[in-house]
């Protein structure tokens, strides 16, 4: 079998992928440690291994590579709510799913999940819009699935609804305060407990599942 040659465009583009997928990485690791406010492009470009000029052959401004990293992060999130969704299930059910999986991606993902709740306060104009819209179609996803296990009686008719969904997203989102990966608990079962802890909150009792 004759092996496909890569054509030099072909190369070059995997190249800048590559470089990108770099440059994002580096910016989550420092705007991490450092904070947005106190990281500067130089620690990015010390971070990939640049000069800081040729940095700018990949993004356009420290704000910009942040608005990249938290517009990656809600792609993330985008996917997760649309495979529950695909799973069918009761609301009560799809909740547990969903947190259960939230939590999972928050303790494997820790520093992007800390600067997706706390650095994108920093952005401006056309940035903070689409990321503040991004954000609340999270909350209402959330609250979509609440309002419905309350409609079918899972849920007491007089729960404030949204209390309920700031509640959980706020429990979720304490996780990078307080997880450590030096800590020898399996991530999966802390997910799991994280999700049937939230889910008790709000059903007062787990409800029978139909699925696994």
Not at 30 to 43: E, I, P
Not at 172 to 196: K, Q
Request: proline share 3%; net charge neutral.
């Amino acid at each position: 079998m004759v092996k496909a040659l890569s054509t030099p465009g072909s190369e070059h583009q995997s190249n800048r992928r590559n470089r990108d997928v770099e440059v994002m990485d580096a910016a989550i690791k420092v705007f991490s440690q450092k904070g947005y406010s106190a990281a500067s492009l130089q620690d990015i470009a010390d971070e990939v291994g640049l000069l800081k000029g040729s940095l700018y052959h990949y993004i356009n401004s420290k704000e910009s590579l942040l608005f990249r990293v938290l517009q990656d992060t809600h792609h993330h999130a985008e996917i997760m709510m649309q495979e529950v969704n695909a799973l069918n299930l009761p609301a009560q059910e799809r909740l547990l799913v969903y947190v259960e999986r939230l939590a999972t991606w928050y303790l494997a993902n820790l520093e992007r999940a800390s600067l997706y709740l706390t650095e994108w306060r920093y952005l401006q104009g056309e940035h903070a819009a689409i990321t503040k819209t991004q954000r609340r179609a999270y909350d209402e996803y959330m609250r979509s699935i609440l309002i419905e296990a309350q409609e079918t009686g899972f849920i007491r008719t007089d729960m404030d609804i949204r209390v309920a969904t700031s509640f959980i997203i706020s429990a979720i989102g304490s996780i990078p305060t307080w997880y450590r990966t030096s800590r020898p608990v399996n991530p999966a079962h802390i997910a799991s407990e994280l999700s049937l802890l939230a889910c008790s909150s709000v059903f007062g009792k787990m409800p029978p599942l139909t699925s696994a």
